[in-house]
Structures are given as structure tokens and as C-alpha cells.
């Protein structure tokens, strides 16, 4: 067994050394660089960082939506360059439930077939689909809304069935890409205080890209990511306070007192 | 909700764009079945009206060449001949339409009854034939296009023997698509004398009744023998062969109809395919989202396929459904509007339905195949990034 491998047994994630590069013609685009980190089995993680400074595609490969040009991605113990692009769906399919910024649920369904969706990928009968299903929209509040379509409901109701959807095939990790970017204050308080929930009460270990300093207060832990690394010391508790400061709180963290900046896993010797 | 479910309800997302897609495919399926029945109408038509024991005897040099009247007695004298019934190119005109709409001869009215025992004619319409000069025989098809019936008395204008002949509709032939109109031939060659002509000496067309299929060849090769190195040389051919020949360049139209129409289902595939292509475009978010969640290249592939495969099946199955309903209705209505002619005998066979529905089948695989492998092979996190 690897260092890696050890370490993955005991984290639900675990990324060593990983980097992502994209190539646009000639031009070669760092999009991740040298990115090292750990998150343990229940946590509620936040990649936070300006545009363009690699959140995303961080996300994308703790996914297993992408694959790193170089270095180890561990999740729920699976090394994830080790599986074809099927069995990477099929891993997806069973470890992990994802959350967009714009809902994306497909409009012709009701909510209850929304969420029901990712169990087609699934043995169980079409009455057991829609029990879990029913369960799953019980579960974020909207037991009353089976039957409605994504278009009459409020954007708040849309993301809780979307993470209805990302909850029903009880998955190891939830993912979720900006999930309050299309929300109001009130509605964002209510998506990130659910999160907040499924990582209390269910023990789901939730990653969450955000611009949105209010998540501040709902996480235990922030990664500050910058033009593609990895901010660790000072430089992340200096991103730490400045979103502090956004979020309304004061210096000394008093918004988010009980959070503390992610740690990033030492740099290869 | 399965994936059938989910298929249909993607179908039913943009309901006009299906309908509208749907019923270009059912349109080019009602096409191709109506013209697919056409080969096997045309060669019912002719086992229906053409006898295989009646031989037809015209001038070598074609149709519109006569040959001498004396000709029919040496026909009838030979071996294993029924009979045989001479017969001119009368070319009537009805007055009210002034155009032939129908072909009408002149004919030896005795000869008749033994030549045609097959048409059936009423005992009393023979016998009236017979009796009066100015009688005239109507096929049913013509006597149902204007409304004649026996008694009624008609003029027609010869359009080749300059002649206006005032007739007396005595019988009809019971056969819903003959157009025929049989007049005295001796009715008509007074008519010419009258005129100041020298009368009919001659036929154009020679139908011969042979008692039994296997003596026709003989038959056949006799009568020609007869007019070998005269200024008359015939060819003989059974009804069938004769009639054959005449829808032998209608055979050739359909061929033509029938390229044009495949020409015309190839395009139908490009714009479903085109319709298919937008369709994944629109979507391009939610198949990149289904990816994401776990849905493998191959269903995306399937879901996406099937998509265009059950629109264009079921568009098939409505235009085979179509071709069905137009060809039942023109045979029912065959009986009662003669101016459909031959279509009141077309039928769609189970032939037709299977080959109407791989037609739509292949048209759903050929046009959705591309867009959906396009989709199904596109890197997730590509889509992903370019969409959101």
C-alpha cells in the first residue's frame, strides 16, 4: 500500500501532487497546479477563490467529471485515473451527487421524476425509484411539490430538488458548483443551511464551490485557491479574513468562529 | 418513470417541432407505400381485365395501321380459333366534352358474345345489340362517369371518320374499370357510305379466342404465318402481353416516381437528422448534467438514438396507416367514381406495411445516429465548461 493509498483509507478524499493543464492550440493553460489536500468522510468543504483560479476544476476532478494531467486523485478509497471513462460514470453514478449552480433539472419532468433520475442508473423497480425519491424531496422540505415542474417552482425549490437529486442515491460525496450563484440572500441562507444539515445529520462529506462569503458560516473548512494553487499560511489566512470581512464579520473571524482554513497536505519532497 | 418515459417525455418537449418532423416522415412513408402498391395494382389490373386465351392481332407496323377486312374471315377458318371479332378505331367524342374521353370501336356485333364469354354480357343486352343497328354497349366505368344508363341515347362525334353516329345504350359491360364503348360496325359503314365514302373495309385490331392456353402459341404463329410478305404482316399477342406493353411505359414512370421519391425520404433524413442535431444542441447542458450524474456514453447514445428512432417509426407507422386508408378508400370509391380508373384497384399488402415501416426505421436510425453519437462522445467536463 502507497503513502497515497494509506492516507486515502483514512480521508474520503485525498489529492496528492495534482495538476490539471488544458491545451487551447499552442497556449497551454495551467488551470491547477501542484494541488495537494485532504478531506475527511463528513466534512462540509468550501473551494473558495476569484474567478479563474482553479475551483472548478478542482471540483471537476474530486468528481470524476475530469481527469488530472498529472498526480493522484483518491476518492471513497478508488483511485480515479485508474477507471475507464464507463467505470468512472458508473463510480459517479454510486459515490457521487452533484449540484449546479443553475439547477439543471430537465423541464419536462416533475420534480419527483427529477430526482428519481439517477436511480434509472439503478436495479430497483420504478415504485421503489419513486419511494427514494419521495423520501429524498421529504428530506429537503418539498414532500408537496411531487408533481410540480421545475417551471413553477421558485429558484430556492429548484436547487432543493436538485439537491434532492444529488442526495438519492445516498452518495459517499455531494459536489456542489456554486450552489446559492442564482439564489437570493434568503433563498442562499436556506440551500447552504440544508447542506449545513445533510453534513450534520446524514454525515455526508459535502465540497462546495462558492463565491459567497455567507458560506463562511456554514462550512468547517475553506480552501482559498489563487491562479490555480493551492493557498496555504499566511496567504490562505489572508484570503480567510478578507472573506470574513465580506461576509460582515470582523478580523478575528467572529462570523465563522468555529471554521478554519482547509489544510492543504505538505508539498512533494 | 423509465426510459421510455423519459424518451417520450424528450419527444414531447417541443411538441410542434416533433409534429412538424413527424409528419415530413409520414408524408414521404404515405408516398413511397402509395407508389410501392402501384407495381403490384398495375399487375392485378391486368390479371383482372386481361384474358390469356384471347389473342390480339395488329399491323406489324403498329397500331394505326389497318389491315384488310377479308383477313378475318381467313382467321376464323383456321384450326383451334373460338372465334374471332374485328375491330375499328371509331374514336367517339362525347358532344358535351368534344375531346375522346373514353376509346370507343367499332365491331362485328355477332362476334361478340363467343369472343368475350368471360365480360359476361346480359343475354338481353346481346340480343338488343343484335336487334338494333344503332345500339351501342357502354363499359361501366364510363356509363358511371356520366351517368348513361340502358334506354338513354347518346351522339358521338368520330374524331377519324367524320361522322356523328346517334347511338342507343343497349347494354353495359359489368367490369368497374372498363372505359369501352362497342358500336355496330355495319352501323357505322352505312354511316361512312352516306357520306359518300367506300365504307369500311378494313380492321385495326383483331381480338381472337383460343379454347385453351396451351394452343395460343400456335395459335399465334399461324395468324402471322398467314400475312407473312403481304403489305399487312401482322404480330399477334396474348391480351395480357398486349395490355403489358401498353403500361410497360407507365412500369418506367413509376420507376422514375419511385427514384424521385427516394431522393425525396434522403432528405426527409437530413432535416430529421437536422431537426435531431438542434434538439441535442438545446440540450447540450442537460445531456452534459446526465453524464455528470452518471449516465454511461451508451445510454446517452441509446436515449438519444431512440428519440429519432420512435418519432420516426411512429411517423411511419401513421403514413403506412395513411397509404392504407387512402388505397381502402379509392377501391371503395372505385365502384361509384369511375374517373379513378386503375388506383380503385391498388392495395396496400403486408409487403407494403413492412417496407413502409424499415423505411421509417432507417430514416430514425440514418438521421438520429450522428447527433446522438456526437453527444454520447463529447468529454463531459467539456461540456460542462462551455455550458455553465
Known amino acids: ?269 | 418513470m423509465g426510459y421510455t418515459g423519459f424518451v417520450i417525455a424528450n419527444l414531447l418537449r417541443n411538441k410542434l417541432r416533433s409534429a412538424l418532423t413527424g409528419s415530413a416522415i409520414a408524408l414521404a412513408v404515405l408516398l413511397v407505400c402509395l407508389l410501392l402498391t402501384m407495381p403490384a395494382g398495375l399487375d392485378a389490373l391486368l390479371t383482372s381485365v386481361a384474358s390469356d386465351t384471347r389473342v390480339g392481332v395488329i399491323n406489324k407496323s403498329g397500331l394505326v395501321f389497318w389491315m384488310p377486312y377479308s383477313l378475318m374471315r381467313k382467321i376464323r377458318a383456321l384450326d383451334d380459333v373460338a372465334d374471332a371479332v374485328g375491330m375499328v378505331w371509331f374514336g367517339g367524342a362525347f358532344e358535351e366534352q368534344g375531346k375522346v374521353t373514353f376509346p370507343s370501336f367499332a365491331v362485328e356485333v355477332e362476334h361478340i358474345p363467343s369472343t368475350y364469354p368471360d365480360y359476361k354480357l346480359a343475354p338481353e343486352a346481346v340480343a338488343a345489340f343484335n336487334r338494333y343497328r344503332d345500339g351501342v354497349i357502354v363499359g361501366r366505368q364510363t356509363m358511371r362517369k356520366y351517368g348513361w344508363k340502358v334506354g338513354d341515347r347518346v351522339t358521338l362525334r368520330s374524331n377519324v371518320w367524320n361522322v356523328n353516329l346517334d347511338l342507343r345504350i343497349v347494354g353495359e359491360i359489368p367490369r368497374d374499370t372498363s372505359p369501352i364503348v362497342w358500336i355496330n360496325r355495319e352501323y357505322l359503314d352505312e354511316a361512312i357510305k352516306a357520306q359518300g365514302g367506300a365504307g369500311l373495309g378494313i380492321v385495326m385490331i383483331v381480338w381472337v379466342r383460343v379454347p385453351s392456353p396451351d394452343r395460343v402459341n400456335s395459335v399465334m404463329l399461324r395468324i402471322d404465318e398467314l400475312t407473312r410478305n403481304t403489305d399487312y404482316e401482322t404480330t399477334s399477342q396474348t391480351e395480357k402481353t398486349f395490355f403489358s406493353n401498353f403500361l410497360g411505359s407507365l412500369q418506367g414512370f413509376l420507376q422514375i416516381l419511385l427514384m424521385v421519391t427516394a431522393l425525396v425520404s434522403l432528405c426527409i433524413v437530413f432535416i430529421a437528422a437536422n431537426t435531431a442535431s438542434m434538439a441535442v444542441r438545446e440540450r447540450a447542458g442537460e445531456i452534459g448534467v446526465l453524464r455528470a450524474i452518471g449516465f454511461r456514453r451508451r445510454v446517452i447514445f441509446s436515449m438519444l438514438l431512440a428519440e429519432t428512432v420512435v418519432l420516426s417509426w411512429s411517423a411511419g407507422a401513421v403514413g403506412v396507416g395513411l397509404a392504407w386508408v387512402v388505397t381502402t378508400s379509392l377501391k371503395r370509391l372505385g365502384g361509384s367514381i369511375a374517373a379513378l380508373g386503375p388506383l380503385g384497384g391498388f392495395s396496400v399488402t403486408p409487403a407494403v406495411i413492412l417496407q413502409g415501416l424499415v423505411l421509417s426505421l432507417a430514416i430514425g436510425i440514418f438521421a438520429g445516429f450522428a447527433p446522438a453519437y456526437g453527444a454520447a462522445r463529447r468529454p463531459v467536463a467539456d461540456t460542462l465548461r462551455e455550458v455553465f
Open chain 1, 1 to 269: 500500500m502507497t503513502v497515497e493509498s494509506a492516507s486515502a483509507a483514512r480521508s474520503l478524499i485525498l489529492l496528492s501532487h495534482v495538476s490539471r493543464l488544458y491545451r487551447r492550440g499552442v497556449d497551454e493553460i495551467h488551470a491547477l497546479e501542484d494541488c495537494s489536500l485532504r478531506v475527511e468522510q463528513g466534512r462540509f468543504v468550501a473551494f473558495m477563490g476569484p474567478s479563474g483560479s482553479g475551483k472548478s476544476t478542482l471540483l471537476n476532478l474530486v468528481s470524476g467529471i475530469d481527469r488530472p494531467t498529472s498526480g493522484e486523485v483518491w476518492v471513497a478509497g478508488q483511485e480515479l485515473n485508474q477507471l475507464t471513462e464507463d467505470e468512472l460514470a458508473r463510480w459517479r453514478a454510486r459515490h457521487v451527487g452533484l449540484i449546479f449552480q443553475f439547477f439543471n433539472l430537465v423541464p419536462v419532468l416533475s420534480a419527483r421524476d427529477n430526482v428519481a433520475l439517477p436511480l434509472l442508473l439503478t436495479h430497483f423497480s420504478r415504485s421503489e425509484r419513486q419511494r427514494r425519491a419521495e423520501i429524498a424531496l421529504r428530506v429537503v422540505g418539498l414532500e408537496q411539490r411531487l408533481q410540480h415542474l421545475p417551471r413553477i417552482l421558485s429558484g430556492g425549490e429548484q436547487q432543493r430538488v436538485a439537491i434532492a437529486r444529488a442526495l438519492v442515491s445516498d452518495p459517499d460525496l455531494i459536489v456542489a458548483d456554486e450552489p446559492t450563484g442564482d439564489l437570493d440572500a434568503r433563498n442562499a441562507e436556506g440551500v447552504l443551511g440544508l447542506l449545513r444539515q445533510l453534513s450534520a445529520e446524514f454525515g455526508k462529506t459535502i465540497v462546495m464551490v462558492t463565491h459567497d462569503p455567507r458560506a463562511l458560516r456554514f462550512v468547517d473548512e475553506v480552501f482559498h485557491l489563487d491562479k490555480g494553487v493551492l493557498l496555504e499560511g499566511e496567504e490562505a489566512e489572508r484570503a480567510g479574513a478578507a472573506m470574513r470581512v465580506a461576509a460582515g464579520g470582523g478580523l478575528m473571524g467572529e462570523a465563522s468562529p468555529t471554521r478554519s482554513p482547509g489544510r492543504a497536505l505538505p508539498p512533494r519532497a
